[in-house]
């Protein structure tokens, strides 16, 4: 089994999502120890890039204070090294086409899955136009994770029938970030997509950040992703984030482990 199946093993899977560099590498690399320790299941690693159009404010700002203080695609690998020398915590890397292309995309996927990690999410790639990165993905062994949005209705079979690793279930339309609710029918989405593809596990992300959320989102998938929520976390405290963010995180975790299978 797979790192990342091995995620939807134990439970239903909380997957927190880390802005790598804000407000520096040693921080993020003290922040995803803690993560793991306190529950984590799998965790998301944003590599900074200018333009974040999926993004909503909080992790916009976090990829301009990342870029800032210098973080580089090179300096996250290296981190990566050090992490896994002791972490078997699945981790995959979350950013856009375009820093995968300018690192060159056969030397970024070689290096991500040299140092480590299990997978690659590129929120701007759209399912047609996977196949830029599919095969590559596949000759190193990285999991290239599919999204599905609620507009999806049409293509959610179909992305699901060929998605690896995990599917990424978009909640809400527009940009990542913190929501009051959320009313959308995620549920449908993956009764869709279990109905395609049964052994796929399905996680819902943007727009969770309460217990409750996570709860009511949990128990209709097999996991929540949280970024923004945890990303505000490392803005308001910076370089002392690393223990309120597992605090968090194991808040997160108990509520899922109290929602039935």
Known sequence: MSRIKDAFSHGKAFIPFLTCGDPDLE????????????????????????????????IQAANQRALASGTTTDKIFEMVRRLRRDLTVPMVFMTYANVVFSYGTERFIATAAETGMDGLILPDVPYEEKEEFAPTCRKYGLDLISLIAPTSEERIAIIAREAEGFLYCVSSLGVTGVRGEITTDVGRMVHLAKAANPDIPCAIGFGISTPEQAAAMAAVSDGVIVGSAIVKHAGQYGRHAAPHIAAYVASMKRSLAETPP
């Open 27 to 58: 921080t993020t690399e003290a922040t995803v120890r803690a993560m793991e320790a306190a529950g984590a299941d799998l965790i998301e690693l944003g590599i900074p890039f200018s333009d974040p159009t999926a993004e909503g404010p909080v």
